[in-house]
């Protein structure tokens, strides 16, 4: 996001939309940027009624993102991210799928001098996939995810332009 001046930019069509806003929070200091997209087909497929089948199905998607920045003097800054988003179809009769997403992380950046700086962060994710077909007597909902946390520490160190040196560790769970 800027750290000087707010700003926007969107569009609004028959399908879909977006919206992406950013700016300072505190002017030369902190920033954020916000993004939204999302479509809207049902708005479509409400209108065939000859067909049941279509008029009484659904589909969807959305995501929403942000981040926030905070400047620590000249050489330190924290983020926060964040992004969330789903999918979804039914069909009549019971039968659909969808998908569903989480992401965030915290991360601090530091530049101790012109050769070395180094990244923190801690990140976490969460996936879920849906699929379900309730039709009859052997009808069933199946859902299964994925969930990963993790933690991360990088060191760089450059001594001059023909060797850089990454030193780390990662933690996953």
Not at 2 to 8: A, D, E, P, Q, V
Not at 26 to 55: C, H, M
Not at 159 to 167: A, D, E, L, T, V
Request: no cysteine; glycine share 10%.
């Amino acid at each position: 996001g800027s750290y000087r001046k707010l700003r926007g930019r969107g569009n609004v069509g028959l399908l879909s939309s977006k919206l992406m806003v950013n700016g300072p929070i505190k002017k030369g200091e902190s920033s954020f940027v916000l993004g939204v997209r999302g479509a809207y087909p049902d708005l479509f497929t409400g209108y065939v009624e000859q067909i049941p089948d279509v008029f009484q199905s659904s589909t969807y998607y959305w995501d929403v993102s942000g981040k926030a920045t905070q400047k620590f003097g000249e050489n330190g800054k924290l983020s926060l991210f964040a992004y969330g988003s789903k999918d979804a179809f039914s069909f009549a009769e019971g039968f659909g799928f969808s998908w569903d997403n989480f992401v965030s992380s915290l991360t601090w950046n530091q530049i101790y001098s012109s050769k070395l700086s180094s990244e923190v962060s801690a990140k976490t994710s969460h996936y879920l996939s849906r699929f379900s077909n309730e039709n009859g007597k052997d009808g069933s909902i199946n859902s299964t995810g994925i969930d990963n946390h993790s933690f991360k520490a990088n060191l760089q160190y450059v001594p001059n332009y023909s060797h850089n040196f990454n030193f780390g560790m990662e933690l996953n769970y």
